[in-house]
């Protein structure tokens, strides 16, 4: 599966659970740590203004 991109996520830092779209149009929720590789996270992380996920 390929992730379009993070749309969200509860939580903070480690602890944080993202909502991935995934390209499918599928939406879940998965734990920061299946998401910490993905390109996608450090674009939500740069739209939210966050250098690091110490900082979510």
């Known amino acids: 599966w390929l992730v379009q991109e993070i749309l969200s996520h509860i939580g903070s830092k480690e602890l944080s659970t993202f909502e991935i779209?995934?390209?499918?149009?599928?939406?879940s929720w998965l734990p920061y740590d299946r998401v910490a590789?993905?390109?996608?996270?450090q674009r939500y992380l740069d739209l939210l203004g966050v250098k690091s996920i110490a900082k979510l």
């Open 21 to 27: 779209l995934w390209k499918s149009g599928d939406k």
């Open 37 to 41: 590789h993905l390109n996608a996270l």
